[in-house]
Structures are given as C-alpha cells and as structure tokens.
C-alpha cells in the first residue's frame, strides 16, 4: 500500500510579504516609465557612471580625512564632488537621451505603443522620466559624501545644497530637450546639436570650478540674485517644454493640437522673463537679446510646421466667432499661422528693441546693439524663405532649416577669414543680403554703422514679408479648413438641435 506523499505548506511571513512589494516596481507608475526603467538601470553607461562616481568620491574622501587638518580641504572636496557629479548629470546623463525616440520609430515599435492606451504626452514622458529617474539616483548616492563633507566646516550649506538641486533640474531640462530632438530623423538635429550642448556644459562646469566661490556665491540668492535665479529657471523650463513638445508632435496623430499650446507657452514666458528682468534691473541693453532668445525656439517650430490643417482642430476657434477666427491666424498648427506668429515674435523683439533705442532722457541702447539684433532675426528668417519655396518637396524640415541656418553662419566665417586675409572687406556689401555678415560689418570701422543698421533692417524686412506674402497666397488652407469644420461638425448640430 503506498503512502500518500503530503506536501507541507510553507507560510509567508509577514516580512516576506511586507518587503515582497520591493522586489519590482508598483502597479501604480506608469508603464512606460517601469518599461524604460527597467531597461535603463540595467545600461552599461548608467551601471559605468555610478560606480565610477562611487568609487572616486569614495577615494577622494578617505584622502580628504587625512589631509583634513589642512586649510580648504573642506573647500576642495566641494569643489570635486560639484565637477563629477555635474559632468556625470550634465553630460553623460542627457546623452543617453539622444536615441530615445528615433531608435523606437526606426524599428516601427512607436506605432504599437500608439495603439495602446499610452497617448503621445505620456509615450515621451516615460522616456524622459526614466532617465531623471536614474539622475535622482545619482543625487541620493552622493548624500553620503556631503553628510561627511560638512564635517570638514567652512560649507554653505544652503548655497551648496541649491546649487546641487539647480544642477538636477538642468539636468533634467537638457534630459527633454535631447529627448525631443531624438524624435528627428536628420543627425545635425539629434546628433549634433546635443553634443555642442553637452561640450557647452562641460566647459561651463569647468569654468565655474575656477570661480568656486562666485558660483556658490550666486546660489545665495543675495541682493538681486533672486529674480536672476528664477529667470534662469523659467527660461530653461521654457526650452526643455518647447523641444519636448517638438517629441509629442513628431509621434502624436494629426488631429491632435499641440502647437496652440506650445505658441501661447512663447508669449508666456517671454512675458514672465521681461517682468522677472525689470525687477531685477537688468541692463536694458541685455533685455531684447534674451527676450529673442525665448522667442527662438517658437520661431523655429512655427516656421517648420506643415501647412496642412485638419477641420476638427478649428473647431475650437470658430465656436468663439470672429475672434476665435481672428486668434487662429496666429494659434493654428499649420504653417500659414506659423508665419503671422513669427511676424507677431519679430514684431515684438524689435519693437523692445527700439523702445530700449531710444528711452526717454537718454541713449542707451545704440546702433550697434540694434544691429545686431536685427542681424539675428533675420538670420533666424533666412532659412524659413527656403523652407517656404520648397515646402512640397521636403520631408524633414526641422534638419533643413537648421543646415541652412548653420550654413549660412558658416559661409560668414569663410567670408571673414577671406576679408581679412586679402584687406578687402568693402567687397562684403556683395553678401550683404546674408543676415549674418552684419554682424562683422557692424563691428568693423571700416563700415558706417547707421547705414549697416538700415542695411540689416531691410533685408529682415524683406525676408520677413516674403514669408508673410507666400502665407498669404496659401490663406486657403485655413479658410477651407474652417468651412469644413462648419459643415461638417457645427451645421448638423444646429439642425438637430432646432428639430
């Protein structure tokens, strides 16, 4: 007779249960950050960077106790552990961002998270999370190091600990710009302009290291550092939302609105940055330039849509009448639109510009500076005129417009090389349809800085109004999508609702 075999059962304790919930991630996060999560912790170049940070701070520690008896060792083990940590949350991390869209769109995987419940906001949220994620990581485990590093004396702790919060929150606005480039095809887009970022930020951190104690002097927040903080801040904000939702468009369908958001976004900010910069005093003279740095980024997208314009995004604008209507020239996601809101941006940078000219009692703001304002806007214009004669024919055109605009301040250099090489420089008035050569002219003596001015100011002018002329012969494409929209969407309605 055989023995029935018992299987004993073996209770969960309740620190089994109480700690089984840590052995993967909650339910309640997103998907898409587990998924990306789980594959960026387990990345050689996340695993290289933290221990590699672990291990040379842990050295450099154990020679700061030693030495700790010496003047500044406290001073010197900040000043390491701000270069690594900010090389490591500054470049490395934002760099892993690079290929973040386009590796899923080039291996048609995007189109199976389109289809799921996952819209396009949240697809690129999750990449972006997950790689900020993995820089939080990188702040806790330097904790330790700043705990003991208070021990040495002589730390600011205030100043040191918002600086290293400043740098997370860099971190993270570099982190979505590069995850919004990553979604472009062309690799001066994706490629290039991250990587001048990234050398940017190292030699920034490097010279910041120099001037240890102006940098941390700054993160004080003394005297009118306050409203050049938050300034900062919301300018880097505004960058790294612009270039993301430039991410959310490339994936997201055509009947989702994305620009109107991103454009009234512009108008914000630079409203905010102009408040932030008239309290703090800031020199009037510095003001246009940063306001049109803020306008750039909404230039550029504005002038790289396409001009095409489905009917049930005007839906919106024409339930509010004329002035819905009126409000859509410059809000549509289509190009037409785009360039009356360029013109509305060029309108308002130069007309600053001019105010900061001429202020009343005195001159501050000279020919020169207005010059060169006028030079870079019509640089930024420049490119936009191809990209509107050619529209059918291209397919991407973001990278275009930016190989132009390189281009074209690349011919500058070449032009000035050869200027001042053969001591011929009135042979520069044959480019001077080329916005960026007025900013060499204007600073040589050999050019008359008034008629540079006038020079710079009509070829802008130009640039701009043919843009404005060639939106203008495609007007249709906007009208034709509203009396669409109002047949299609608005009339039934009205006829159901009267029956």
């Known amino acids: 007779m055989t023995t029935p075999t018992i299987t004993p059962t073996v209770e969960t304790s309740a620190a089994d249960r109480s700690t089984a919930g840590l052995n993967d991630f909650s339910d309640r996060l997103p998907p898409m950050l587990v998924k990306e999560l789980r594959q960026g912790l387990r990345a050689r170049t996340f695993v290289g960077v933290f221990l590699g940070l672990q291990l040379f701070l842990g050295i450099v520690m154990l020679f700061a106790t030693m030495a700790s008896g010496l003047d500044g060792a406290g001073e010197a083990v900040s000043r390491i552990i701000f270069l690594f940590f900010s090389l490591a949350v500054l470049v490395v991390q934002p760099l892993r961002a690079m290929n973040a869209l386009h590796a899923e769109i080039k291996t048609t995987t995007i189109d199976m998270m389109v289809l799921t419940r996952l819209n396009a906001r949240r697809i690129v949220a999750g990449k972006w999370a997950s790689i900020v994620g993995q820089t939080l990581l990188l702040f806790v485990s330097i904790v330790p190091y700043l705990i003991l590093r208070y021990f040495f004396g002589g730390m600011n702790l ?14 993270a606005c570099l982190t979505a710009f590069n995850v919004g480039l990553s979604s472009n095809s062309a690799i001066i887009v994706r490629g290039i302009l991250p990587l001048g970022l990234a050398v940017s930020m190292f030699i920034f951190m490097t010279f910041m290291m120099e001037e240890f104690d102006e940098f941390l002097e700054f993160f004080a927040l003394e005297d009118d550092n306050l409203a050049i903080f938050l300034g900062l801040v919301a300018g880097a904000l505004y960058l790294a939302w612009t270039a993301f939702g430039l991410g959310v468009a490339a994936i997201a369908p055509a009947a989702e609105n994305h620009s109107t958001l991103n454009r009234l976004v512009t108008l914000g900010t630079m409203a905010v940055i102009g408040v932030i910069l008239y309290a703090a005093n800031a020199d009037r003279e510095a003001v246009p330039f940063l306001i049109g740095v803020i306008a750039f980024p909404g230039l550029v997208l504005a002038l790289c849509e396409s001009n095409f314009l489905m009917p049930r995004v005007t839906l919106p604008f024409i339930r509010r009448g004329g002035l819905g209507k009126l409000l859509g020239i410059f809000l549509y996601p289509c190009w037409t639109s785009g360039v009356h809101f360029t013109a509305l941006l060029s309108a308002i940078v130069l007309g600053i510009g001019g105010l900061v000219m001429v202020p009343p009692g005195s001159f501050r703001f000279g020919v020169e500076e207005f010059t060169v304002l006028c030079s870079l806007l019509g640089s930024a214009l420049f ?37 001042e090489s053969t001591n011929v420089d009135e042979a520069m008035w044959l480019f001077c349809w080329l916005p960026p050569v007025h900013l060499y002219m204007v600073d040589d003596s050999s050019f008359t800085e008034e008629i540079v001015m006038i020079t710079s100011l009509i070829f802008t002018s130009l640039y701009l109004g043919a843009l404005l002329f060639h939106a203008w012969a495609n007007f249709k494409t906007i009208r034709n999508a509203e009396e669409e929209a109002e047949l299609t969407y608005l009339t039934p309605a009205k006829e159901n609702h009267n029956a």
């Open 383 to 419: 490119p936009a005129v191809f990209l509107a004669l050619f529209q059918k024919r291209i397919k991407n055109r973001i990278g275009l417009y930016f190989a132009i605009l390189i281009g074209s301040f690349s011919l500058m250099l070449a032009l000035i090389a050869v200027a």
């Open 158 to 171: 205030f100043a040191e600990l918002l600086a290293l919060g400043s740098l997370c929150l860099l971190s």
